[in-house]
């Protein structure tokens, strides 16, 4: 009877040990997850930051003399 409890003592303790093992694991993943998550921001928020920031003038582009819009004949792409 001794014998069979203190198995099942050994058996519940891997178990709780394997449970924060994994714990362990997942937060340590989802760490460098927010981490790639945030340099991929901040390479994107810099890219914007650099587009608007552009003056389009030296580049070569110049304002419009009209704006011209293509008329809509239909709603849909089968007609």
Not at 11 to 26: D, P, Q
Not at 41 to 68: C, F, M, Q, S, W
Request: charged share 15%.
């Amino acid at each position: 009877m001794v014998a069979a409890l203190v198995v099942t003592y050994i058996g519940l303790i891997a178990v709780v040990m394997s449970y924060a093992a994994h714990t362990v694991e997942f937060s340590q993943s989802l760490r460098n997850d927010e981490a790639a998550v945030a340099a991929l921001e901040a390479h994107y928020l810099n890219t914007i930051a650099r587009i608007t920031a552009t003056d389009y003038t030296v580049a070569g582009y110049v304002t419009p003399v009209a704006k011209t819009f293509v008329p809509a004949k239909s709603g849909t792409a089968l007609r």
